[in-house]
C-alpha cells in the first residue's frame, strides 16, 4: 500500500508564501512514477498545478502558478515539495499530492484522467 504523506498547508495573507511536502513511504513509488500536485477548490474541478518526472526532474506547471509555484525533489527524503510565493486568493483550495500522474507524459494534466495514488490533502487558504 503506497501513502503519500503531506503537510505544510495553512492559511497565509495574499501576497504571502506557503511550502508545502509530499513524502512517499514506498521508493518504487517515489523513483518510477510522475509526483506533482493537483488542487481542488469549492465547486470546481481537478487542477493541475505541478508536477516532476523522476529520474530526469523534468517539471511542468500549470498556467496560472507560473512564475510563482516551484516545485523541488529531495530523493535522500522520498520527498517533493511545492514553494508557492505571491500566493493570490484563487490559489485557495485543498492541495493534494499525487503520484502516477500521466502529466509527465502528455506534457499536460487532464483532470478525467485516473491517478495512481492521492495524498490526504491539504488546505490551503489565503486571504
Known amino acids: 500500500h503506497v501513502q503519500l504523506v503531506e503537510s505544510g498547508g495553512g492559511s497565509v495573507q495574499a501576497g504571502g508564501s506557503l511550502t508545502l511536502n509530499c513524502t512517499a513511504s514506498s521508493k518504487s513509488t517515489y523513483s518510477t512514477m510522475c509526483m506533482g500536485w493537483v488542487r481542488q477548490a469549492p465547486g470546481k474541478e481537478r487542477e493541475g498545478v505541478a508536477a516532476?518526472?523522476?529520474?530526469?526532474?523534468?517539471?511542468w506547471y500549470g498556467d496560472s502558478v507560473k512564475g510563482r509555484f516551484t516545485i523541488s525533489r529531495d530523493d535522500n527524503q522520498r520527498t517533493i515539495y511545492l514553494q508557492m510565493n505571491s500566493l493570490e486568493p484563487e490559489d485557495t483550495a485543498i492541495y493534494y499530492c499525487a503520484a502516477g500522474l500521466r502529466w509527465c507524459r502528455s506534457g499536460y494534466f487532464d483532470p478525467h484522467v485516473r491517478v495512481g495514488h492521492w495524498g490526504q490533502g491539504t488546505q490551503v487558504t489565503v486571504s
Open positions: 516532476i518526472s523522476p529520474g530526469t526532474g523534468r517539471r
